[in-house]
């Protein structure tokens, strides 16, 4: 409802569009950042909430999209820093398939994926998934083209050298 008691109807049509259209590549972005569909999920979920709440601001940007990429990168790379997230749990765990004992291709990168730092796994997904410019990468995420290419250059030599090791 507008402040005048009319619906915002069209605004809650962009809305609802801009929600259907990018849940899917959002998710699959966050996934490839946490390596977890259910964290993926949660991830997703807090970064739209951020950007309905924002949505009348948002209007007025050139580029709602990216700033949603934006905000979804932000948000992975402040769960990483959260002290929960580095605790281990204690006690039998139910036996589960990891991704150790599949060869398949997809499921080693993500591996590989997961042992990098959250600022190259954020560099590479937004480069390599999302194809992102060096230019457009450093905008999302904050940070200078240089520091863009060297977590590139570092991140990739990170993950050859753990396919190498999937591979032998």
Not at 38 to 49: C, G, I, P, R, S
Not at 120 to 136: G, T
Request: hydrophobic share 40%.
């Amino acid at each position: 409802m507008r402040q005048d008691g009319s619906a915002g109807g069209g605004d809650d049509d962009a809305l609802h569009a801009f929600v259907a259209g990018r849940r899917i590549a959002l998710f699959r972005s966050a996934f490839l950042l946490c390596g977890d569909s259910d964290e993926a999920d949660d991830l997703v979920q807090t970064t739209l909430v951020k950007v309905i709440l924002g949505w009348r601001r948002l209007e007025r940007l050139d580029n709602v999209e990216a700033y949603a990429r934006k905000t979804l990168v932000n948000t992975f790379i402040a769960s990483r820093r959260r002290f929960w997230h580095r605790e281990q749990p204690y006690g039998e765990l139910p036996e589960r398939t990891g991704p150790e004992t599949d060869t398949d291709t997809g499921v080693a990168v993500r591996v590989a994926l997961a042992r990098l730092t959250p600022r190259q796994r954020a560099v590479l997904v937004l480069r390599y998934w999302e194809d992102l410019s060096v230019e457009a990468t450093a905008e999302a995420l904050g940070m200078r083209e240089n520091t863009v290419k060297s977590h590139t250059a570092r991140g990739m030599a990170a993950l050859r050298a753990e396919m190498r090791e999937e591979r032998v």
